[in-house]
């Protein structure tokens, strides 16, 4: 009888392993480097509480004295823009409905242009299915017909970034090959000819990989959001930034070598968590950069959600080459956080919609 149960416990941990092993499949496909906190945090203080014009709420971005708030509350439409200086709005723009200079629905991912006409921004008009340059009166100066994008699976482009006038390049989600998993396919970044449709090139750096079976329910869903990032582009367009929320790493992405870097700290899960089928919640929040850094907030277990994190107002700021430079922490309840890369100004905001703006010009002496 003992023999019996011996047998037994051997041959379910050999499932057990050939199990594990067969779903431990993910590799990446670059530089890892593993990084410490730096020894100081540097406590936000001196912060100037904004009071703008009206009711607002939603995503908040910034560039150059313009401060901008995202809802499909909003009833003028999808995006509020505000004067730092003075805190009147200055339009609403974006607006719901079918006719000319108006979309269904509203994606935006920090893509500014500044020329002598001053600021314009690149949407995202998903049921649309297009790309439009919006100036600040709200006026469409440009749309780009995003059908003929071929993308490798049926969600189509996601968050996208214009390179140049012949190119840009967009973020293909990943997916399940199968409604059950576990064969799951990474997501990845394909740069397209911006005239043609044509694909230019694909980036992929992430393997894909076969999910571990312990909790199926989960395994439907993290296919398309285990490997998700945030992405943001330096200014110069010369490289891209990803927080890897459920990862727990920031990629760095060189598009000239093609080369990417990740950079872990020492308290980064393991990449391969998912295919043990365990609930994670983000590591990271929401990410902002410019020319010289790269601002990402860390997310924290929330007290109502086993799955999701919340932000905790603790924000990394690492060098283009991944060093990691600083630490800044907000004290306050933090939702959303904005960074203008022109005067070096992070905005916080509170679920109160109290706006916080503090002077980070001392990081650049």
Known sequence: MKRIIILI?????????????????????????????????????????????????????????VLMFSSDKHPDGYLYLYDVETGRRMSAICKKGGAPNEIYNFRFYDNFEKDSNGLHLW?????????????????????????KFKSSNEFGIGTFFILSDSSIIAYMQGYALFEDGPECVAPSYRVY?????????DYKFYSDYTAGTADREILRMWPEFY???????KLDKSKLAMAMLYVGRLNIFDLASGNVKSIETKDAPDLNLISLGKRIW????????DDSYIYVMESIPSETSATYGKPSGRIFVYDWDGNFKHILQINEDVVFFAFDPVRKILYSKTDTEKVTAYDLNFLYK
């Not at 000819?193 to 090139?201: A, D, M, P, S, W």
């Not at 983000?282 to 950069?289: F, K, M, V």
């Open 9 to 65: 416990i051997t041959f379910t941990t050999l499932l057990t392993l050939s199990s594990c092993e067969n779903a431990d499949k993910i590799k990446f496909y670059g530089q890892t480097v593993t990084v410490d906190y730096p020894k100081h945090t540097h406590t936000l203080t001196n912060g100037k509480t904004l009071n703008l014009e009206g009711e607002y709420t939603g995503l908040m971005y910034a560039y150059d004295g």
């Open 123 to 147: 949407i995202c008009a998903i049921d649309n299915r297009k790309l439009i340059r919006v100036n600040m009166q709200g006026e469409f100066e440009e749309t780009i017909h995003t059908a």
């Open 193 to 201: 000819n911006l005239k043609t449709g044509e694909t230019i090139q």
């Open 227 to 233: 490997l998700t990032p945030i992405s943001k582009i």
């Open 282 to 289: 983000p590591r990271y929040e929401d990410l902002r950069c």
